[in-house]
């Protein structure tokens, strides 16, 4: 075992180490793919109809081309389109082993030994090859963070205006990816920390910044352009989101708060179906918050205050939230943050794929009538938002008509845009059928979850990764810390809006703490240079 320890250690710095590694991770994924098939992930059918709008120069729904950035719905959705689901399952394959190969490649900056025991964690991790097994954003996100941690770990060995400028561009295309990705920006402390000069820190940081910005800077500028606002991606309400969903948002609170229950009452409950199944100002605001009535209530804003207020009623009112429940908000923070950081993520046991049909979550009417009021789904108090969030437009082309308590549909002022809207409805319909490919074997899958829940989670490798740093003192701890501090930062930017436990959004940024603790571990020890170890990648 010890001879073979040394030959691997010594193979760490050949040139055919990193082709050697991505063949074997490539091996390793596609014995797993026996069993565990790709299938489709968080919010597939958005990132579908987001890629089909993306030529549409003016999209018929507005909305759902800035609901996703471009780079996670382009890597979505081609594949699907020119090969189906078997090339997505190709690609998610080349994606899973281009990051083990990324993350070992970051490791080997601390010695051989950190770059083994990073590929072989991260292999050996069940979690972090089942979000490469669902085609959607997650997996995209986890390889960019990959290319984006190598990025930031060759700017600070060897630090350079050239180096830090491509860091920058690394975090602008992760944002790309998936907005909440943002804090990784956080990464400009290397420059700071940077073995150079002080001028020289101030010259990377520059050129970090200015590189981090033009792409979003230039996609906000094309939605602007396109459809009247300019923003990364519509509506990121997250502290009111936050806010609303865990009761916090009354119209006590302030002036802003009253504003929007006044509208509320008068504009939304007397509608359906609000109306048909009884909801009072009371139960909307102190006894039920969900999701439907938090999508009505960012149409609502639309609708009464305009498409380019910005929705500044509702962050009014979500500031007015936390400063009047400080404590709540921020003990709700911190539940989101630590059951985040204990979770993963599992692997549907797939179902044979079925001739296209409409897209789950397309807006269709609902079924029931007046004369019935069926129990509404998922334990909600009504059976649908008021109006999809789809129907917010610049010029209001696009309206939502109810029939009755439960019967609506959507209903287009332009011809061309409602035939578009069908089109797009089977389009994305036809290559969601695509998935999965085929079954594989749920008795497999079953113990491939069960492996992954006993994993061990985020939080482990963070503490640990802390406890090794802190007492070792391994070479260039101060990039360590800054890759795990951002994506803990990330981890807790989204627990700040996002109410629920995801593991989706955890697995892509766990290497980070993998390697916080590989390289604690592992990592050489004393003042070193600015070469990599062993000849490092």
């Given at each position: 075992?010890?001879?073979?320890?040394?030959?691997?250690?010594?193979?760490?710095?050949?040139?055919?180490?990193?082709?050697?590694?991505?063949?074997?991770?490539?091996?390793?994924?596609?014995?797993?793919?026996?069993?565990?098939?790709?299938?489709?992930?968080?919010?597939?059918?958005?990132?579908?109809?987001?890629?089909?709008?993306?030529?549409?120069?003016k999209?018929?729904?507005?909305?759902?081309s800035l609901?996703?950035?471009?780079?996670?719905?382009?890597?979505?959705?081609?594949?699907?389109?020119?090969?189906?689901?078997?090339?997505?399952?190709?690609?998610?394959?080349v994606?899973f082993?281009?990051?083990?190969?990324?993350?070992?490649?970051?490791?080997?900056?601390?010695?051989?030994?950190?770059?083994?025991?990073?590929?072989?964690?991260?292999?050996?991790?069940?979690?972090?090859?089942?979000?490469?097994?669902?085609?959607?954003?997650?997996?995209?996100?986890?390889?960019?963070?990959?290319?984006?941690?190598?990025?930031?770990?060759?700017?600070?060995?060897?630090?350079?205006?050239?180096?830090?400028?491509?860091?920058?561009?690394?975090?602008?295309?992760?944002?790309?990816?998936?907005?909440?990705?943002?804090?990784?920006?956080?990464?400009?402390?290397?420059?700071?920390?940077?073995?150079?000069?002080?001028?020289?820190?101030?010259?990377?940081?520059?050129?970090?910044?200015a590189?981090?910005?033009?792409?979003?800077?230039?996609?906000?500028?094309n939605?602007?352009?396109?459809?009247?606002?300019?923003?990364?991606?519509?509506?990121?309400?997250?502290?009111?989101g936050?806010?609303?969903?865990?009761?916090?948002?009354?119209?006590?609170?302030?002036?802003?708060?009253?504003?929007?229950?006044?509208?509320?009452?008068?504009?939304?409950?007397?509608?359906?179906?609000?109306?048909?199944?009884?909801?009072?100002?009371?139960?909307?605001?102190?006894?039920?918050h969900?999701?439907?009535?938090?999508?009505?209530?960012?149409?609502?804003?639309?609708?009464?205050?305009?498409?380019?207020?910005?929705?500044?009623?509702?962050?009014?009112?979500?500031?007015?939230?936390?400063?009047?429940?400080?404590?709540?908000?921020?003990?709700?923070?911190?539940?989101?943050?630590?059951?985040?950081?204990?979770?993963?993520?599992?692997?549907?046991?797939?179902?044979?794929?079925?001739?296209?049909?409409p897209?789950?979550?397309?807006?269709?009417?609902?079924?029931?009538?007046?004369?019935?009021?069926?129990?509404?789904?998922?334990?909600?108090?009504?059976?649908?938002?008021?109006?999809?969030?789809?129907?917010?437009?610049?010029?209001?082309?696009?309206?939502?008509?109810?029939?009755?308590?439960?019967?609506?549909?959507?209903?287009?002022?332009?011809?061309?845009?409602?035939?578009?809207?069908?089109?797009?409805?089977?389009?994305?319909?036809?290559?969601?059928?695509?998935?999965?490919?085929?079954?594989?074997?749920?008795?497999?899958?079953?113990?491939?979850?069960?492996?992954?829940?006993?994993?061990?989670?985020a939080?482990?490798?963070?503490?640990?990764?802390?406890?090794?740093?802190?007492?070792?003192?391994?070479?260039?701890?101060?990039?360590?810390?800054?890759?795990?501090?951002?994506?803990?930062?990330?981890?807790?930017?989204?627990?700040?809006?996002?109410?629920?436990?995801?593991?989706?959004?955890?697995?892509?940024?766990?290497?980070?703490?993998?390697?916080?603790?590989?390289?604690?571990?592992?990592?050489?020890?004393?003042?070193?240079?600015?070469?990599?170890?062993?000849?490092?990648?």
């Amino acid at each position: 075992m010890g001879s073979l320890l040394k030959r691997l250690e010594a193979s760490v710095s050949t040139p055919a180490a990193a082709p050697a590694l991505f063949v074997g991770a490539l091996a390793v994924y596609a014995l797993e793919s026996v069993a565990v098939p790709v299938t489709a992930g968080r919010d597939l059918q958005t990132y579908i109809v987001n890629y089909l709008q993306l030529g549409d120069w003016k999209a018929a729904v507005p909305i759902w081309s800035l609901l996703r950035t471009p780079l996670a719905s382009l890597s979505v959705g081609a594949p699907l389109e020119l090969g189906g689901a078997w090339l997505a399952q190709a690609l998610l394959g080349v994606l899973f082993a281009a990051s083990i190969t990324a993350w070992a490649r970051t490791a080997a900056y601390f010695g051989s030994r950190a770059a083994i025991a990073t590929a072989a964690v991260l292999l050996l991790d069940p979690g972090y090859s089942i979000l490469f097994h669902q085609d959607g954003a997650d997996s995209v996100s986890a390889a960019a963070f990959s290319g984006l941690a190598l990025l930031a770990a060759r700017a600070a060995v060897r630090p350079s205006t050239r180096r830090f400028a491509a860091v920058g561009l690394g975090v602008g295309l992760a944002t790309l990816v998936r907005p909440t990705n943002e804090p990784l920006v956080l990464l400009i402390l290397l420059a700071v920390i940077a073995p150079s000069a002080r001028k020289w820190k101030a010259v990377f940081a520059i050129a970090f910044i200015a590189a981090a910005a033009v792409l979003p800077v230039a996609w906000a500028v094309n939605n602007r352009i396109r459809y009247h606002d300019f923003a990364l991606v519509r509506g990121m309400n997250l502290v009111f989101g936050r806010a609303f969903l865990d009761g916090l948002v009354s119209p006590r609170n302030g002036p802003a708060s009253a504003e929007l229950a006044r509208v509320v009452n008068e504009r939304l409950l007397k509608q359906e179906p609000y109306r048909s199944y009884r909801i009072t100002p009371r139960q909307f605001w102190t006894e039920v918050h969900s999701f439907r009535m938090l999508v009505d209530l960012n149409v609502l804003s639309d609708r009464v205050w305009g498409w380019d207020s910005d929705y500044a009623i509702l962050k009014r009112a979500g500031r007015e939230a936390v400063a009047e429940h400080p404590g709540k908000f921020v003990g709700g923070v911190i539940k989101t943050l630590g059951w985040d950081l204990l979770s993963t993520v599992a692997a549907p046991i797939p179902v044979p794929p079925t001739s296209a049909s409409p897209a789950q979550g397309m807006p269709a009417s609902a079924g029931g009538g007046p004369e019935q009021l069926p129990r509404p789904t998922e334990g909600d108090v009504i059976p649908s938002s008021r109006e999809s969030r789809i129907v917010s437009t610049p010029d209001d082309s696009i309206k939502e008509v109810w029939t009755s308590p439960t019967v609506h549909n959507i209903v287009f002022k332009r011809p061309a845009d409602t035939r578009r809207f069908g089109e797009l409805n089977v389009q994305t319909a036809q290559l969601i059928s695509e998935l999965p490919p085929y079954t594989g074997r749920a008795s497999l899958i079953h113990r491939f979850d069960q492996a992954a829940r006993a994993f061990p989670p985020a939080i482990v490798w963070l503490l640990a990764g802390l406890a090794a740093v802190g007492i070792r003192r391994p070479r260039r701890s101060g990039f360590l810390l800054t890759l795990a501090g951002a994506a803990f930062v990330t981890l807790l930017a989204i627990a700040t809006g996002v109410g629920e436990t995801v593991g989706e959004y955890v697995v892509p940024l766990v290497p980070a703490f993998v390697l916080l603790t590989t390289a604690g571990l592992f990592g050489s020890r004393g003042r070193g240079g600015t070469g990599p170890v062993a000849s490092g990648p």
